[in-house]
C-alpha cells in the first residue's frame, strides 16, 4: 500500500523519497549530495522532501480512513 502511494507523488518527489527514506540507514544520500543530483540547493532538496511527506502523510492517512 505504500509504494502505491507513490504514484501520487511527481517524479522529483518519488526520487528524494526513494534516496531518502526507502534506503538503508547506511546508504541515505544527504540532502546537499541529493540536491547536487537534482540540479538544486540543499534547502530547496529539503522543502521538496518536506512536501513530499506531507503528500504522502495525507494520502495515507486517506487510506487508514
Known sequence: ???????GLDQRQRYIV???????????????????????SRERARQLEAR????LRRQLADLAA
Open 52 to 55: 513530499a511527506k506531507q503528500k
Open 1 to 7: 500500500r505504500v509504494y502505491d502511494t507513490l504514484g
Open 18 to 40: 526513494a534516496d531518502r527514506l526507502l534506503r538503508d540507514y547506511e546508504d541515505e544520500m544527504t540532502l546537499a549530495a541529493l540536491g547536487r543530483e537534482l540540479g538544486v
